[in-house]
């Protein structure tokens, strides 16, 4: 592997933490992007990486979606995120779970952690029992706060009406066809929230009976998760994997919006150029699914303060994402740059590396 600091994924991180505690086995790394906002707030991920290089790319690349993610949110909050290492099973124990919570006290509050893929509410309560810096725990009552999930697809269905407006000038979701690709916490949520508004689905997922049930439900067609990205649509919304829009699949498409919920849904920063010159209207990933760390943020921030934070506070600011977008949209048609390079610009602006 070359230097850390030699990896295109590095981008003048300020720290980067390995941890290794020998007692429990952990092995982790925290990626600490920006504080320039704030403290750097991001979630852990528990995987197996068979080559642990991809693990520092990993960490490296979703810390500095972070920072992007939480400034466009206009959060007082910078970017990190942390990997634990799992090994070949998979191995998830209570005290590496500790020793991870006693690695996160020790940053002093410079970085705030949460749930993220392979890392249960569960597993975040035994996290919370070694240091405060933790967001992502259940609901109490009206609070916000749990699971980021439906406020992530609160955000979606907005930053998708509002992309029915822009684009094809339409007023209301109802006949506005949608393709769902990933019909999980996010996915399926925005299913119903357009459902209720009147929206034309078609759903893939590779759980086919949850996929099928939510379809009947709803009155939705399904079809293969082959053909989810070639559907005859209004808006192509992806919901399950990174990367899904690269040559061929842009080159497949027939849909004039793209907005969804997956982070990192263009395989290269040139693929924004892609859809731009098929016309294809793209809500930059980090700016459309911000609802889920907003939620985040105000449980943490009241938290720290010692006071609740009720779920209408919550969805106010999520609902500033779709004028967001239109800004972006707006700068892209009269500047011929792309809505993914105008979104990564200003971040950029934000963390004070404009
Ligand atoms: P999830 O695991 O609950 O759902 C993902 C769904 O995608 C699953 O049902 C899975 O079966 C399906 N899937 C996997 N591969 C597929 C394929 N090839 N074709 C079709 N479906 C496939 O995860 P989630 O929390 O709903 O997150 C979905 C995406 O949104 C992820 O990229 C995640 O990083 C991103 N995201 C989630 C949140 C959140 O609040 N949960 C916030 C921001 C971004």
New binding site residues.
Partial sequence: MSALWDLPDYDDHEVVHFVRDHASGLSAIIALHSTHLGPAAGGTRFWHYADKTNAVKDVLRLSRGMSY?NAMAGLPMGGGKAVILADEDRTKTPAMLAAFGDAVERLGGRYVTAE??GISVADMQAVAERTSFVSGLPAEGDNAGG???????FGIFLGIQAAAKFKLGRDSMDGVHVAI?????????LARLLAKDGAKLTL????AD??NDLASELGAEIVS?DE?MQVECDVFS?????G?LDDASIAALRSPIVA?????QLARPEHGKLLAQREILYAP?YVI?????ISVASEYFAKTENREVDVAEVRERIAEIPGRLVSIWEEAASSGRTSAEIADARAQELIGRG
């Fill in positions: 993610k993220d893929v699971d980021p999930g439906p406020f992530t697809a690709q990933g019909t999980g916490s996010v996915g399926g949520r893939a997922d590779i759980d949850g996929a998760t989810i992806p919901n399950a994997l990174g899904v969804g919920g997956a982070n990192n990933d699914n911000a609802g889920g760390i």
